[in-house]
């Protein structure tokens, strides 16, 4: 390919783009000793724990904000929550970790946002929300999944058919509940209505994976999430620094 | 094979068939380097990439408009909408991209159209909808999603159940909503009725995601969206020249 | 595997089976003209043109009826639409077809039938239902999908609770809209309850894509569509002698 | 992996496992006859036949029944039904036909039983349901499908909801449409609940096809499924001995 | 990688972490014995045997409990029920399952737990559900399968808009129901509200089968079960120590 002239960035008009990016990295597992080809060649794995540092240390050296997560389960082995306000800077931090063996088996695409419901909040409060500094510590708990409000046949649970101050009431008294968590838990929700398949991304941090479990339990008693709320599917993990989170998942090679 | 005589065309009475196509290329992994099969040889990148490129500019050639598209996520790496008169001639785009390399996770089948509630509008509206000039310029955020008409149990719900004239007092409220949206969103409605899952299929184009999102999120509340709408998969990306969305995918190589 | 005695035919008592079969043949792609394994080993790609065109015709000459199509996106690149009455004279298409090197991705059983609100019609008409000679001249644009009647929660919604009359009327208005696009669309509705995911396949002929759509669109305004059908996906693409269909997929080679 | 003292059978108190298995065997196809790896090595395809035959072979001698069924289109190209008393006995099959080279893309997990509405039918009527002597003779159409009662919101369409006495009554008349169709169809209904997504697998052997589709489409309009059925995915074929199934799927190699 | 200081644990405030894998392991065919590459290469069945019982070893040095299912179907050959306090610890053991060539297909994360409705029970009681001994003697029947309370749109079917006392009420006649199966079932409830896509995960040990499938559906009629209860994926399997369930799964070798 021909170099191009560079490309005007893509940027939101206030806050950041947010990618969560899900998946596997090449791994030798017991029968790799001999010759052979294969996607696990002997030696894939340390290029590519190498190659995803490096892909992290560059993004962040550009100001994209990385968080590296050791995730549990089949859905997923890594999870990289990026943070910036150019998406092609994150797409290019996709394509270096892709690059580097990432396959991709799950995503989400999000820009943070302050509510409509909470334009009254003080100013830090809205600035905390648009540029949030990640991840928090003492908060190794992961947890992210997405969720739309529902659009019930019956008009009755029908988020989008409700009057803005009733929906500014549901929102404060579900609020209301979360911040019994403070300090056990940090949750950041970015918005996706047209982005991506639902219309907010939640990502919760935790001191204890118990505290999660509490929260969102708790929460879906609430009305705005017993009558209208939907959710996507749920990534558990655990946040630490990238190098720990590839040991975490790969073995000592 | 044997050659045949030409093919006859096969072409919509109107206006154009419009393929979206969103998928995968060969990539150059941290563990390439070494000798050994596999999708990923060396070289087959670059292959892929110069392939790619001349599958565009001939279609292009033939009167094809082509959007690229580079996109977030795991839903692809590279999009392309695709407009033109004759699908032979969109499927031919399609083989030459898939013998270029692309695998195609995820499409969509549409012809332009001006719906049965504009039918009064000034002819250069319909023909801007017939024969759309892509991708506008300055608008490099992209979105695609699909949607239906809710033809729910309840008569309510069930927009197929409507007087004509009550739905067309609904969607000329769904495009107020929308020309707010003049300069910052682009949008084209293409339909697929009978031709792909859903009835319609949504392109927008951006200055801004947040536009988007914005744009999307507004029109959720208005009643053709909120009682009527029900939605596909989300795709978001960034539009540029077919070789700068080829090196945001695959990298510098 | 040692020879056994020839297998009793499996036939409906009346009319065709019916085999849709939508796949991928194997592809000769932009890195491949380098030894080396794999799937697509350089001739893979003429052998399996080969062997397609040599599997429709033995099928051909031992009576099976065999439409083949260019399909468009990811859900296929060809489809084959096989008919006739012995189950397993269908079953060998198949195996011929995927040793030929065809990656079934989707498919659909039915047989050809009579409905029960048709049992009045005229013996030719019924016969053309039961028999019919496919593919219909000068109509390329081809559509199938499958269908279900609904059966909603509410009696009001649950085609299966109406009284045979009621059926009977509601089809018939049905009909009357498809009649409307006689000359431009030809359609075929085949049997599939017992026999596969949902209630009938349908499979639609039209002059022009937009002919297909229009058609769809307005019936879905019938109100035995309106509030009873429920579809299945929707494959889109065009009718041409398999070689042309070959060579528009896999390319000249 | 060192010897071990055997296991204890595991087995239900009354009646026998059933495992139904669908999937694909290795193929030679059109570009294989040169020298390269990949799954379709020729050859493969001759052990895989013999090495599935004796698999069959030897857990009949152990008193399994196995049912053998090609299969038409994308789900499978072949079935087995087994049943047998002891589910490791039931899992040593599937693992000889994994190692024979099958790949298992759909199953099915249920046992026999006698319902809690036929507890006053005669012991023989009994015997029959709990240990069926399968397949039945001159009947080669075969059908299997899951299926579920459904738990409605509404309390009019949860079949758990309705007292005992309304069941049995709703089931007797579903039977009464079942005995129309006595020497044209044998159905087994096996019970699931626990032990797999659905709640019952249908398993119907036909003399042909549309004796299949006749008896499900009549037995549809029946309120016990009109109101309170939901089926999972059916798939067709036609039972002949193994090694004809294995001919008919693999070609004559 | 370079040696980074240990990472602190990540474990519940009370309870333990439980991490379900199911999956499959490389496994011999028919078609092995001669040379060439492929996953199945000879030996790599044995040498994943063998680290499989490594991995489970080691874990359960470290006090992890760990029961090892041979599961039929197509869902996974294998499954892994781990239960431990520190969440790294369970991801540890998932890497050296898969490093060992374990393909995990489905998984399930939850934790321990006393529900609220059983505040008031024994403190033994308690312990048994937040540090029960698994598995269970003489109970080789093993079902797993997750499930959320439902939030219909209808006010009367949603389980989160019931008053405390009612929802308990509830709670404990669908015990009651349970207990009449006390000796053949033994059944841990664990929660999993925002850590996976269920609310509770339920692993059912029984000493037939048939007191699995008996007890799931005496509970289905349960008001608590057939107004509110949904139901993920089932998976049934036999407990065996870890060498008899790879024997089972891979042959003899």
């Known amino acids: 390919m021909t170099?191009?002239?560079?490309?005007?960035?893509?940027?939101?008009?206030?806050?950041?783009?947010?990618?969560?990016?899900?998946?596997?990295?090449?791994?030798?597992?017991?029968?790799?000793?001999?010759?052979?080809?294969?996607?696990?060649?002997?030696?894939?794995?340390?290029?590519?724990?190498?190659?995803?540092?490096?892909?992290?240390?560059?993004?962040?050296a550009d100001g994209v904000q990385v968080v590296t997560v050791s995730v549990l389960g089949h859905k997923a082995d890594v999870g990289f929550m990026a943070l910036g306000p150019d998406l092609w800077r994150l797409r290019r931090l996709q394509t270096d970790l892709q690059s580097a063996g990432l396959s991709v088996g799950y995503s989400y695409v999000s820009l943070t946002e302050v509510s409509e419901y909470a334009e009254g909040l003080p100013d830090e409060t809205k600035r905390a929300r648009l540029y949030p500094a990640l991840p928090p510590a003492g908060m190794p708990a992961f947890c992210f999944y997405p969720m739309s409000k529902r659009r019930g046949e019956d008009e009755g649970s029908n988020w989008y058919a409700l009057p803005f101050e009733r929906r500014k009431q549901l929102m404060y008294g579900h609020g209301a509940v979360g911040r019994t968590f403070a300090g056990r838990i940090l949750q950041l929700i970015t918005g996706s209505t047209g982005l991506d398949d639902w219309e907010w991304g939640v990502t919760l941090f935790g001191v204890h994976p118990d505290d999660i479990k509490e929260c969102v339990y708790r929460m879906r008693f609430d009305e705005a999430s017993a009558r209208f709320a939907e959710f996507g599917p749920f990534v558990l993990g655990m946040v630490a620094p990238v190098e720990a989170v590839l040991r975490s998942v790969l073995g000592d090679d």
Chains 1, 2, 3, 4, 5 share one sequence.
């Open 3 to 60: 170099p191009t002239q560079p490309i005007a960035s893509v940027t939101p008009t206030i806050g950041l783009g947010v990618l969560h990016l899900f998946g596997w990295l090449p791994r030798s597992t017991a029968g790799d000793d001999d010759a052979g080809g294969g996607e696990d060649r002997p030696g894939a794995q340390a290029d590519a724990g190498a190659a995803v540092v490096q892909a992290v240390k560059e993004a962040e």
